[in-house]
Structure formats: structure tokens, C-alpha cells
């Protein structure tokens, strides 16, 4: 599944270039017994053809989501532990892609002897519903109100909704919701989204 990053778009000069970032990531066991596992995330460009995108080297290792554990069921279910590990993961894509965007002015590439002048914008992100609900910071219960990250159509009206009635969700109306503390009514968490301030 992609995850439509919602970003905020601004222009950028003419004579630059956009270099497309695309994100990988899963949670995935590392032992047989399922009691490791490990949180990796990947990065590629859409610069490249999709022939070479999806070759394995293309794809390079940008590190690892932290995994934190509960004492026991209890705290594990508690609103302040879940609460302790969405905001974990977004202070982790800050550190780990803060640097991509630090210089405002953009980034010089020598390619084929050419210097381009390119401006850094993350694309797509790619992982499971489940990935995309931690992304979006939207509920991940298959029986709340509104049931997909990308579109703020509800459950009751997903069978009987035109495509001029759908409501996109981007950054611009989930901040308006997150600001107003009105959030639960469109099923987004109480944590602010990393994707929000980059630009």
C-alpha cells in the first residue's frame, strides 16, 4: 500500500529539480520463535526508472524504529503508553530525515558530470495498513468512524459516497482538527504528525 504523504506544498525555482524520496517500512520478526523483532525503514528515489527502483540495491538501509515494550497488558493497552509510542515514531523520522531537508536552499548533485540543483520531497511511503495508520497518526481500529488515512469519508457512508463528496485528508485539515482538539471526531491521535513541519 502507498501512503500519500501530506505534506504541504510549496513552489520551488524553476531551474531546480525534485528529488523524490520514497519510504519503505515494516515491522518484521528476526527469530522463529517471533519474540525479536525489528523495525527497519528503506529509502529509494523515484528519480530513478521503476526497472532499477526495484532492484534490492536500490534501496538503501536509512535505520531502525525504535521498539519499545510494555511491563504487561495493562500498561501496553494504556492510553499514555500508546500515546509514549506514536510520538517515539514520529521524534524518530524527525532525527532520521530531518538532515534530508536541513538546507532551505536546496542540494547540488554531480550527475553524468552535470551539476543539478534538486530540492528533497518525500513522494510516497510504502507499507500495510497497519504502517499507514502509524504514519498518518489516524485510528487503527477496523471499527472506527473513518476507516482509511487517505480520505475523510465515514464508515456508514464508504458504499454510497460519489467522488466529488470525498474529502482528501492533508495536512492542512488534519492540523485544523489536531489544533482544535477535535481530532477524535475524524479519528485521528493526539500526536502532532512529523510530516506536518517539513516542507
Request: hydrophobic share 35%; charged share 20%; with cysteine.
Amino acid at each position: 500500500m502507498s501512503i500519500l504523504v501530506p505534506t504541504k506544498v510549496s513552489s520551488i525555482p524553476s531551474s531546480a529539480c525534485i528529488l523524490s524520496l520514497i519510504l519503505y517500512s515494516d515491522a518484521t520478526t528476526t527469530d522463529t520463535l517471533g519474540k525479536s523483532s525489528l523495525h527497519p525503514i528503506y529509502i529509494s528515489l523515484g528519480n530513478i526508472p521503476t526497472w532499477r527502483r526495484n532492484k534490492e540495491d536500490a534501496k538503501q538501509l536509512l535505520g531502525y524504529f525504535p521498539i519499545l515494550f510494555a511491563k504487561n497488558e495493562k500498561e501496553k493497552t494504556s492510553p499514555k503508553f500508546k500515546k509514549l509510542v506514536r510520538e517515539t515514531f514520529h521524534k524518530s523520522l524527525k532525527f532520521l530525515l530531518d538532515p534530508l531537508f536541513e538546507n532551505e536552499n536546496g542540494i547540488d548533485y554531480k550527475i553524468n558530470n552535470r551539476i543539478i540543483w534538486f530540492f528533497s520531497k518525500i513522494s510516497t511511503i510504502i507499507g500495510d495498513w497497519l504502517e499507514a495508520c502509524t504514519y498518518s497518526l489516524t485510528y487503527k481500529s477496523a471499527s472506527s468512524n473513518f476507516l482509511y488515512h487517505f480520505c475523510l469519508v465515514q464508515k456508514k457512508d464508504l458504499i454510497d459516497t460519489m467522488q466529488n463528496q470525498i474529502i482528501l485528508c492533508n495536512h492542512e485539515n488534519m492540523m485544523k482538527h489536531f489544533n482544535n482538539n477535535t481530532g477524535h471526531s475524524v479519528s485521528l491521535e493526539p500526536v502532532e504528525n512529523y510530516f506536518w513541519n517539513i516542507p
